[in-house]
Nanobody
Framework: QVQLVESGGGLVQPGGSLRLSCAAS????????MGWYRQAPGKQRELVAA???????NYADSVKGRFTISRDNAKNTVYLQMNSLKPEDTDVYSC??????????????WGQGTQVTVSS
């Protein structure tokens, strides 16, 4: 079983910054993709950013140039640096990790979600 622990959410003023972290632990053999999603009440969950094991990244158009995703493979941790935050970035952000627990047996885990609120 794989557990994800998220941290770093909170309240910030428009134009401010926050850094989210998500650490994976448990029976992990390898990790393919680590990513962040967000979901507002009544809306579909959307991909914010993702990073593969070789460092390739993918961002939602709405956050390109403002958010940066990175990962520390030694710590099985993914980060999301969020700069120039806007009120429309307010959401619950959830971490997602896809990997294997043994060769050939994949897993997908979700974090519990962390609230990000951008408001003056």
């Amino acid at each position: 079983q794989v557990q994800l622990v998220e941290s770093g959410g909170g309240l910030v003023q428009p134009g401010g910054s926050l850094r989210l972290s998500c650490a994976a632990s448990g029976s992990i053999f390898s990790i393919y993709t680590m990513g962040w999603y967000r979901q507002a009440p009544g809306k579909q969950r959307e991909l914010v950013a993702a990073i593969t094991s070789d460092g390739s990244t993918n961002y939602a158009d709405s956050v390109k140039g403002r958010f940066t995703i990175s990962r520390d493979n030694a710590k099985n941790t993914v980060y999301l640096q969020m700069n120039s935050l806007k009120p429309e970035d307010t959401d619950v952000y959830s971490c997602n990790v896809v990997g294997t627990i043994v060769p050939g047996t994949t897993f997908t885990s979700w974090g519990q979600g962390t609230q990000v609120t951008v408001s003056s």
